[in-house]
């Protein structure tokens, strides 16, 4: 566990973004990844909405997923896991970073082909609370030519990721801007946010 924490913060450091390819076992995900294709089924998740309360809108153009907010109320042992998973990260974390992070929150997302995310940053303009983005992909098999990659604009230079399955990624939530390239398959992720309240 400490070893894949390790590798997304060094990563983190030296390059602005952080992957680890093994943040969440293999059981965690593939559990994770039913719980996210059981909600598509019954038809639980939703469009999202860009920016927050009044300026809550949902708005297509901009973004075209659904989601589905995971929560310790759902009773969900896999959702639980996840949150043990996520606390003692956080608790490395601000041990080792002096981070400060007091909260989290994270939804599970699918694209379906032809859904995107126009580029962006992921703080919202009246508050400042969301301090880093992790995504997990929960994709098996994802192939060159599937799109849906996550590019990040850093500085001069642009990155590319491919969505496969387990990759966990860690940025700053104000300073990078990143967007979901068109993709050509089903595309399904956890993402949230660790907050300072
Ligand atoms: C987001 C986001 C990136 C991804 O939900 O804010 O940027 O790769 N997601 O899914
Ligand atoms: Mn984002």
Redesign the pocket.
């Known amino acids: 566990m400490e070893t894949s924490f390790e590798n997304l913060i060094s990563s983190y450091i030296d390059h602005n973004v952080g992957v680890s390819k093994d943040f969440l076992t293999e059981d965690l995900a593939h559990n994770l990844r039913n719980n996210i294709l059981k909600l598509y089924k019954e038809q639980l998740l939703k469009t999202?909405g860009i920016g927050r309360l009044d300026t809550f809108v949902k708005n297509k153009e901009i973004?075209s997923?659904v989601?589905y907010w995971l929560d310790k109320k759902n009773n969900n042992p896999h959702e639980l896991a996840f949150f043990e998973h996520i606390e003692n990260f956080i608790l490395y974390l601000n041990k080792e970073c002096y981070t400060g992070i007091t909260g989290y929150e994270f939804?599970y997302?699918l694209?379906k082909p032809n859904t995107f995310?126009k580029r962006?940053l992921?703080q919202f303009q009246d508050v400042n609370n969301r301090q880093f983005?992790m995504?997990t992909?929960l994709n098996l098999n994802w192939k060159e030519g599937d799109g849906?990659e996550?590019m990040i604009y850093n500085k001069e230079t642009s990155l590319a990721?491919r969505?496969t399955n387990r990759k966990t990624?860690f940025f700053k939530s104000n300073e990078l801007e990143?967007?979901?390239l068109k993709t050509n398959e089903m595309?399904l992720?956890i993402?949230g946010w660790l907050r300072r309240d």
Request: proline letters at 4%; aromatic letters at 12%; charged letters at 20%.
């Open positions: 999202a973004r997923d989601i939804h997302a694209y995310y962006h992921d983005s995504i992909y849906g996550l990721i969505p990624i990143h967007e979901v595309r992720s993402t």
